[in-house]
């Protein structure tokens, strides 16, 4: 059961933006008056903050379920609460009841929205098993929010924060302005403002996979002052990965061990003793931005302990191409609400002839609304399967054709993918996407100079993305992500700033 004792840490509810868009119409249809709704969210807890991840909204009929109320002006029906905070305690899932009030920039609950809280929220957390239960109430752009915890505690909910095409932020009342003292910034800052560059600062970013993609966008966001890393890489630099690393030399693959020209042994000091990936994006973050947080883990992504680094970041990037790790990227992306992109290069070449069929970079965009990584068939159980069993066994049933072959690959076309996945984030987060703006899939291919666009499929009835009773959506810390134990293959330890895993 989830631990909630803890009253220091903030409270957030994030929202996927096609539901806030049903909220706000429902909320604001032009009539200045007053309506209702409930939000069911999962739960996710971190060391600093607890979020509240929304899965469902149900919407208060006026007259039926949104009627005049006995103390104050308008109140929910008690069988409309009843059948929500009974889903809620047989899901463990939080409940939120929601109102309007006139204003635009700056809301509060009124003398009558607390005394209701006073009556009927002890009794709402006992039907609710424990699970917090809480209160919102919206003005047009500003939303204060109370949430109850067990023995009648409250805490108040810091912040509403939107995912979709866009990210947006609401607050109780309108926050300080932000002055930008650093002249560093001060090029880009003329493009998304000081408060733009506030927002990067604050930023935590996930980088699974440090080779020629996730090197240089550790580059582009350490550049741009995102303030907050988290990096997996299980590998270390080898001679024919530096055309490739941002900042890369033969010093980091110990380039006079790993020679051709030297004996195996030696090549094989070189393998084990060559600079992780990890510690090299980190050197290069910090050289771009000294004051940048940076947790480096020489790990598989795909272990539960080291997955679970990265389900309170704002923004993913999966630059590693196994369908093991897209499966989980894309399953992190819907429980926990995250926003991603997956980003990649290839190089097709004909088996028999060896002629270069065909040559593409590719950016995918992952939101939860716009339809997942399975939805798009981009998970292949085949491969699911391959990637499930040992090197040996893979051997013996053929699934790799030849295992030797090496697949050609270029910094050109890395850079490519990159560029406009990092533009995305950047867009993204600062809040200058066109709400309008496409979430296709985008496939550049060099050869012909061709841009295809590809608009991602999303289905119903989807277990990651859907909103059926077993879909992962939203489901926080609830549900178990699709991770492996730890392997008995020792990983890596960091010596610089790297961290230890435990045994």
Known sequence: ???????????????????????????????????????????????????????????????????????????????????????????????????????????????????????????????????????????????AGSIWLSGDRQIELSEIVVVGRSRRRLTAAPTRQVSLSSPVYDRQARLFGDLGQAILGRAKVGIIGLGGAGSLIAEYLGRLGVGSFVLVDPDRAELSNLPRLTGASRWDALGWLASEKSPKWLQQIAFRLAKPKVLMARRNILRANPSAKVETIIGDFLEADIAARFTDCDYLFLAADTARARLLFNAIVHQYLIPGVQVGAKVQVDRKTGEVTDVFSVVRPVTPESGCLLCNGLINAAKLQEESISEQERRGQRYVDDPDVIAPSVITLNAVAVSHATDDFLFYMTGLRDPNAPTSFMRFHPRGRQVWSDEPRKSPSCPECGQGPRSRLARGDARRLPVIERTKVKTAEATESGIRLPA
Do not use: W
């Not at 009253?7 to 049903?22: A, G, S, T």
């Not at 909320?27 to 807890?45: K, M, N, Q, T």
């Not at 929910?76 to 463990?92: H, Q, S, V």
């Open 1 to 143: 059961m989830a631990d909630f004792s803890s009253m220091k840490r903030r409270y957030r509810l994030i929202v996927p933006d096609d539901l806030y868009r049903r909220l706000d119409h429902h909320l604001f249809p032009g009539d200045h008056d007053e309506h209702g709704a409930v939000i069911v969210a999962g739960i996710a807890e971190s060391k600093s903050e607890v979020r509240l991840l929304a899965r469902e909204l149900f919407l208060a009929a006026d007259g039926i379920d949104y009627v005049p109320g006995k103390r104050g002006y308008r109140m929910l029906k008690a069988g409309f609460i009843a059948d929500r905070i009974a889903m809620c305690g047989t899901e463990r899932l939080v409940y939120l009841a929601i109102h309007n009030h006139g204003g635009c920039d700056s809301v509060q609950f009124s003398s009558d929205d607390l005394r209701s809280h006073q009556r009927g929220y002890p009794a709402l957390l006992d039907i609710a098993r424990g699970m917090p239960v809480g209160a919102l109430v919206f003005a047009e752009n500003a939303v």
